[in-house]
């Protein structure tokens, strides 16, 4: 039995949760922490359906035109199949010796997650995107570390239940998130990516792990600054990269941005500038 402690959800999650449910793994029940109490929104529940693709449709607040007059949309895109479920224990993907200072990162999967190419397809494109030089590499060094070393932070793959449990599901999307020093990447976006990216599956992967390890960097949200403009890495980009898109989707929902639908429509970029 593992439960969740609240004070995890007091940093910097991807999509701020107001109220988040946190499953008791193993147990039948899951257990509802609301965080804060005052004028939350009431999060959905967690799907008993096995159908990845039955993503709820939100509903259109008053006077906002439908999701569908955007050019992407929040809803997970079709593709594979995808491990839906963990049990809530990550196994750390072993790695070689090699930089000796940086900030010390594990790259882990979930129990119960099986990858078709192993474990080392994911880290692989962690480290690419953590090396990079038009990444955070550009500002920070970075160095990867295996089991028996403590690090600064863990960038884990995440079944989708139990991503939508620490994550919150208070916009009814699959998402990411990060959770104090804890990044949590969603199988669900990891192997469907998003529409906002198309087919650039690998583009909108790199994306996520540099978003989530901006959040670590204590980065919050941006929008789209200029028409035509890359997207900021720090933009919520699995939702829109357009900002009349993204303040209908996250109307009510205090993530941490000031949304203004003023028409401007970026292009989607993984990653940071400077
Ligand atoms: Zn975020």
């Known amino acids: 039995m593992r ?72 809803d997970l895109p079709p593709g594979p199949a995808f491990p839906q479920h ?55 060094a970075f160095r990867r570390v295996g089991g028996g070393v403590e690090p600064e932070l863990r960038i884990r793959l995440t079944s989708q239940q139990t991503a939508r449990a620490l994550c919150g599901f208070e916009l009814p999307y699959d998402t990411s998130c990060r959770v104090g020093p804890i990044v949590y990447l969603s199988t669900a976006r990891w192997f469907r990516g998003a529409h906002t990216y198309g087919d650039d599956l690998r583009g909108y992967r790199i994306y996520a792990v540099n978003h989530e390890v901006g959040h670590f960097l204590g980065l919050g949200h941006e929008v789209c600054p200029q028409d035509g403009a890359p997207a900021p890495v720090m933009m919520q980009q699995t939702l829109s990269v357009d900002n009349d898109g993204l303040a209908s989707i996250t109307t009510g929902s205090d993530q941490g941005v000031v949304v203004t639908p003023d028409g401007k429509s970026c292009t989607p970029n993984p990653w940071p500038s400077w």
Do not use: Q
């Open 3 to 74: 439960s969740v402690p609240l004070a995890l959800y007091l940093a910097g999650v991807c999509l701020a949760a107001t109220t988040v449910v946190a499953l008791d793994f193993g147990m039948a029940s899951p257990t509802t922490v609301t965080w804060p109490a005052a004028g939350a929104v009431p999060a959905a529940p967690i799907p008993t359906s096995t159908t990845p693709t039955s993503t709820p449709t939100p509903t259109s607040k008053a006077g906002a035109p439908p999701l569908d007059t955007f050019r992407s949309g929040a």
């Open 86 to 140: 963990g049990t809530g224990t990550w196994r750390v993907v072993p790695a070689s010796a090699g930089a000796t200072t940086g900030i010390t990162y594990t790259v882990e999967v979930e129990d119960g997650v099986v990858l078709p190419h192993g474990d080392n397809s994911f880290a692989a494109v962690v480290d690419h995107a953590l090396r990079h030089p038009r990444g955070w590499a550009g500002r920070y």
